[in-house]
């Protein structure tokens, strides 16, 4: 039987779950799934739990939401007297606390959107006739689900109503499901060793994107280069900016060839680039009839903080390319504020240049990895060379060498160390690309020899040069044989703050073969161990916006500004084809608990247009819950869609709203819902801009959070600047006189489930509605749930706040 794994031989695309499991050639294993009601994976919680403790380690509940539950907690049992209280409290907290499980969405049925959620988990017949027992006059306080408690005096039909399909996953016999409870929040592996990673899209559309950067401005923005010499500024909400933010097609040398290695190669900004606006290119000229590399500063310009100043290129070095292969291309700032600039040995094969070829050479810049320093350069030369350079008093030695013998480094990274300890900060990854047997992983030193022609990997290559003993080589920290791949491209060390799992792993891939590998240090040995990286089987990738498969030509890695992990690749590798994609790489086993990842870009002064991202790949291999019911989805997305409309609804209690604006089923987007399913009540047609107040607490329809019925859905305004003025507009359009208060940060709760439709959203106070006050755009926030505004409204100045 074919195996479900995303090993070679290629496919189209890869991806773990396979064509051969999209066939159903193959049975997709069942992997466990955590994933918590916001559909997200669960995460240890920041604070310390008060409430729910058996999930204080890992679950799906912070702080905050333990004390919520906590309070209704609370609330519940003031119904009891004191023998209700003695049998039946107990059951209580265990049935609330499962909103904190890993496994919460398949408790509450939320992954499975044939079904409504659950208003109590899912429960084994056993512990539900206990439960039956001791506490069935608690039913109708803990769920308002007609059909669950008009079946409360018979034991049989409610614990039918609560039972579980998946009897494995019924509370509580998952808690002793050795399955499920194993390895949880670790990341999940196959047989082998694979890791199940997912991805989410990015950009795409790109012409073998080469580079992925950001400006360390604090504004977020990345920005993508292609290899005919463009690179492109996206904002952080992944749209793109319509003209480019460089443009040197005309000068850079390349061809539409499958696997040209010259054009555009690199592209890096200056540490103090917020201010000095100076970034740094890498590209393949042709000056007369020779070919070579091009290393240049650029600044951007003075009036449009995305677009480079055409004008002003200096060039720094020109180095004459012997062959058009091994380019290098890589140019990056060391943490010593040093610019590194990596070169190929100079092309051809087994660096046959000279008498023992360039890599070895310390006279020729091919080959080699050099320092310079570019700091304070306006007038006088270019660059500098930083004093303490390893060769600058070796006689004949380019003193702009750092370190030699490398082959053809293509892509590499400087570590930013661990987030806590800083342990690893400044060490430079690259991949080194082979000659014809194997790849090379390399940590790169002042003044260190990495054995190119001598040695390929930790193997001979030049006989002679290899037995001399004055060669004194750094071996690489992993190499691989060209059975798993025949093209190395450098990736990162995970250090960003979303996937905590990931920390410390140097993530890199393969060109030819599509691999992704990563290399994680026993810092107690020094040694690196490997894992091979697949997309995640069966449901593991099943959260929304991510899929398990991506094109196979690894080009090139790279991190956003806050530091997650990102890599491009393209089904076709040919310098005009537009089939490169950027994938952000995600560990759906465990997330960092939420807030802990904030950050608030700065804003952008944007003078072109916007161009929207949409998404164009989708999950594959993976049998979707309501497949079985229904076979005919009309989007790939439609199951997330009505999954999101179903929480959302249900979690928005239907709170009685003093206008025509009532919570109904009925606001789904159209075309969305199936037919025959879910009927719809008559209710009044609902118009753009209107609002209603959501109160988890129930204590009024005068306050809430607020939530806006926008082209077809409800959603939240989320928004840390939320002024009395927009409150007013709010509590106007409900009928009330007076806004007493503007509550933010989620005073009301989160709007879990509902997109974020309004941010930055400036009222003057006498508007009709928040639609037509100033505001981000509908859809364009950079906010978060935990911010989702609300308003206390009266009919009365000096109404005193419960
Ligand atoms: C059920 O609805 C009532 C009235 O709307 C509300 O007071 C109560 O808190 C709800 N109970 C649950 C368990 O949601
Ligand atoms: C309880 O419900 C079951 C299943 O719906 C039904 O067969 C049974 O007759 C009911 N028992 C009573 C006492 O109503
Ligand atoms: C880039 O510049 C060239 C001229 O040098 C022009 O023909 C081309 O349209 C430009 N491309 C973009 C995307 O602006
Ligand atoms: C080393 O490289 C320099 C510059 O390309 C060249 O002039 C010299 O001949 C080379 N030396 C040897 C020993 O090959
Ligand atoms: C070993 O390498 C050194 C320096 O590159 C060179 O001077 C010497 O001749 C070499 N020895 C042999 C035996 O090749
Ligand atoms: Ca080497």
Redesign the pocket.
């Known amino acids: 039987m074919p195996r479900c794994s995303g090993r070679p031989p290629l496919p189209a695309r890869f991806s773990a779950a396979g064509i051969l499991c999209a066939l159903a050639l193959c049975v997709t294993p069942v992997a466990p799934h955590p994933q918590c009601l916001d559909f997200k994976p669960p995460f240890r919680p920041l604070r310390e739990l008060q409430f729910c403790v058996m999930y204080k380690d890992f679950g799906c509940c912070d702080y905050q939401k333990d004390q919520e539950l906590m309070a209704k907690f609370n609330r519940i049992v003031d119904n009891f007297d004191y023998h209700g209280y003695a049998s039946c409290a107990g059951y209580v907290m265990e049935l609330l606390c499962q909103e904190c499980s890993p496994y919460a969405a398949h408790l509450f049925d939320a992954e499975d959107p044939s079904t409504p959620l659950r208003t109590i988990p899912g429960l084994c017949p056993d512990y539900c006739s206990q439960i039956w027992s001791k506490c069935h006059f608690a039913i109708p306080l803990l769920s308002n689900d007609s059909s669950i408690i008009s079946s409360k005096d018979n034991q049989t039909r409610l614990c039918q109503h609560l039972q579980l399909d998946d009897a494995d996953y019924c509370y509580p016999h998952l808690l002793s499901n050795q399955r499920l409870t194993k390895d949880l929040g670790r990341v999940q592996t196959d047989v082998d060793g694979c890791l199940y990673l997912c991805l989410e899209e990015v950009a795409n559309g790109l012409r073998n994107p080469l580079a992925m950067v950001h400006a360390n401005d604090g504004t977020h923005r990345f920005f993508v280069a292609e290899q005919v010499g463009l690179v492109w500024t996206y904002l952080p909400d992944r749209s793109r900016l319509g003209k480019p933010f460089l443009n040197i097609t005309k000068a850079v040398l390349t061809s539409s060839w499958e696997g040209d290695e010259r054009g555009f190669l690199g592209i890096t900004f200056h540490p103090k680039y917020k201010y000095n606006g100076k970034l740094y290119v890498y590209y393949s000229v042709e000056v007369g009839f020779d070919e070579r590399i091009r290393i240049s500063e650029f600044k951007v310009s003075s009036h449009d903080m995305n677009m480079v100043d055409h004008t002003s290129e200096r060039v720094l070095l020109e180095i004459d390319e012997p062959a058009s292969n091994h380019n290098g291309g890589q140019v990056l700032f060391g943490d010593d504020g040093y610019l590194y600039i990596f070169t190929g040995d100079g092309g051809m094969a087994g660096d046959p240049f ?3 070829g ?1 890599s070895q ?1 310390k ?2 810049l091919l080959g080699k990895v050099l320092r310079l320093d570019v700091d304070d350069n306006e007038k006088g030369p270019l660059y500098k060379i930083p004093p303490d350079n390893p060769f600058v008093h070796m006689q004949g030695a380019r003193p702009e060498v750092y370190a030699y013998g490398v082959r053809n480094m293509w892509r590499c990274s400087v570590d930013r160390g661990d987030p806590k300890t800083k342990e690893g900060k400044g060490r430079i990854f690259c991949g080194d690309v082979g000659q014809n047997k194997f790849e090379e992983v390399d940590i790169i030193e002042k003044g260190r020899n990495y054995g190119w022609r001598a040695k390929e990997g930790f193997s001979c290559y030049d006989k002679k040069l290899c037995a001399n003993s004055s060669l004194d080589d750094v071996l690489p920290i992993y190499a691989y044989p060209h059975k798993m791949g025949k093209s190395v491209t450098g990736g990162y060390v995970y250090r960003g703050c979303e996937y905590p799992n990931l920390n410390g792993m140097y993530i890199f891939g393969d060109f030819m073969s599509g691999r992704l590998m990563s290399l994680k240090e026993d810092t107690s040995t020094g040694t690196w161990n490997y894992n091979e990286i697949c997309m995640g089987m069966g449901l593991t990738c099943a959260f929304p916006g991510l899929i398990n498969n991506y094109y196979p030509y690894i080009i090139s890695f790279g991190e956003d500004e806050s530091g997650e992990l990102y890599f491009m690749s393209t089904g076709v590798p040919r310098a005009t084809a537009r089939s490169g994609v950027v994938y952000k790489v995600v560990d759906p086993s465990r997330r960092a608990p939420p807030r802990q990842c904030h950050y608030d870009p700065l804003p952008v002064r944007v003078k072109s247009n916007l161009i929207k991202f949409v998404p164009q790949e989708t999950l594959i291999g993976v049998d979707l819950p309501n497949n079985k019911v229904e076979p005919q989805p009309t989007e790939p997305s439609d199951w997330l869609q009505e999954l999101i409309d179903q929480l959302g609804t249900s979690l928005t209690t239907t709170t009685p709203i003093p206008t025509t604006t009532r919570s109904s089923r009925s606001t789904k987007r159209k075309g969305k819902r199936k037919k025959g399913k879910h009927r719809t009540a008559a209710v009044p047609e609902l118009h753009n801009g209107a609002v209603r107040l959501v109160n988890d607490d129930q204590e009024g329809k005068d306050r809430g959070r607020v939530e806006i019925y926008i082209n077809g859905e409800w959603g939240t305004v989320c928004d840390d600047l939320w002024t009395i003025k927009n409150a007013e507009v709010v509590c106007r359009q409900l009928g009330f006189r007076y806004a007493l208060r503007a509550s933010r940060n989620s005073e009301f709760g989160e709007g879990r489930g509902l997109r974020i439709l309004l941010d930055d959203v400036q009222c003057v106070g006498t508007e009709s509605s928040l639609l037509t006050c100033t505001h981000a755009g509908v859809g364009t926030h950079n906010c978060a749930h935990y911010e989702d505004a609300g308003v206390i409204c009266a009919n009365s100045e000096h109404v005193v706040e419960a």
Do not use: I, L, V
Request: proline share 0%; glycine share 14%; net charge positive.
């Open positions: 000279g008498k023992y360039n050479n006279s020729a």
